[in-house]
């Protein structure tokens, strides 16, 4: 492996765990949010972080080959080589990617049917009660059964402060995206007073946790990979560097140097990164495997996009005067 190739890799090592770490947060945040009670039984949530951290290994290695890929490329005598010498040169990012896919593929897909398992602690805490009235805390949903006749499931309502819930019955859809309340009393008590009695109630468009049933493991590492690798092609064949020559009286930019090396770093994470959120959207929408390919079209545009700002930030920076 020669000492350019060495430097791509080490580039993709050090940007995968920062991208992995802020996916990942922003996964357990909305976990977080949906599961007020997780702190009181955080083992249970296992089944529901092992998609989550499934997704963010996949989302971080999108990010950590844009990074890599166009930092490598940005760096002289890149825009006069060749199609074929950048994708050899770039090529270990390619391989690179497919294995941290497959190590992502490896990672148990946890549970399939969320709503299911949230159903059984439902029931589990229902059936805990015994003929005092009591109150039966249901893990992860922070919410209680009080015991007696005739039960009733009560407690904060999630993610709205100064709400409580109260219902006879609470049933989740499969894939937790759909929420079915019977008999429901909905109290509130912040600047607003209001009390809500209803007979049935449905909350839809919750956000699901669990990896597209559509694909199975070899199927969506063959997209994924696909993916990442139609967009190795496209960062190779659109992005070129136009260096801007600076004027001979011009003071010296050094004191910009830092931005100017900051500044394209950001901007190299974007094709990755609508790659990855727009393949997540997807994905936790159940969508047929063709229409991954908007993702890849959105990618697209944001690499020209980028292309066309980095050729003018020489142009830019050439621009300033240092007094």
Request: net charge positive; hydrophobic share 55%; aromatic share 6%.
């Amino acid at each position: 492996m020669g000492r350019r190739s060495l430097c791509q890799c080490t580039h993709f090592a050090l940007t995968l765990p920062v991208a992995l770490a802020v996916v990942a947060a922003v996964g357990v945040v909305r976990l977080g949010r949906q599961f007020p009670g997780a702190a009181a039984s955080p083992g249970l949530l296992t089944p529901f972080l092992l998609p989550v951290l499934a997704l963010a290994l996949e989302a971080s290695a999108f990010v950590a080959l844009s990074v890599s890929q166009l930092a490598a490329l940005a760096v002289a005598p890149a825009p006069s080589w060749g199609w074929l010498r950048r994708l050899r040169e770039t090529l270990p990012l390619a391989l690179l990617l497919a294995l941290v896919l497959g190590l992502a593929e490896l990672i148990p897909r946890g549970t399939e049917h969320p709503g299911e398992f949230a159903n059984r602690l439902v029931a589990s805490a229902r059936e805990s009660c015994g003929a005092a009235s009591r109150l039966v805390p249901i893990p992860l949903l922070g919410l209680s059964v009080r015991c007696g006749s005739p039960q009733r499931i009560e407690g904060p309502m999630p993610g709205v402060r100064g709400a409580r819930v109260a219902m006879r019955e609470l049933s989740f859809a499969d894939d937790l995206r759909r929420v079915e309340i019977v008999g429901l009393d909905l109290t509130a008590s912040r600047s607003l007073k209001l009390h809500l009695s209803v007979d049935s109630a449905r909350v839809a468009g919750l956000a699901p946790w669990s990896r597209s049933p559509r694909l199975g493991p070899w199927a969506r590492f063959g997209v994924l990979t696909g993916l990442g690798v139609a967009l190795w092609l496209a960062v190779s064949a659109v992005f070129r560097v136009v260096q801007a020559e600076e004027p001979a009286d011009r003071p010296s930019l050094a004191p910009l140097s830092r931005w100017r090396r900051l500044l394209p770093r950001l901007l190299f994470a974007g094709p990755g990164a609508v790659l990855a959120a727009g393949f997540i959207m997807l994905d936790q929408d159940r969508a047929e495997p063709a229409a991954y390919l908007g993702a890849l079209a959105a990618a697209f545009v944001a690499l020209v996009a980028i292309t066309l700002a980095f050729r003018r930030l020489p142009r830019i920076f050439s621009s300033f005067r240092i007094f």
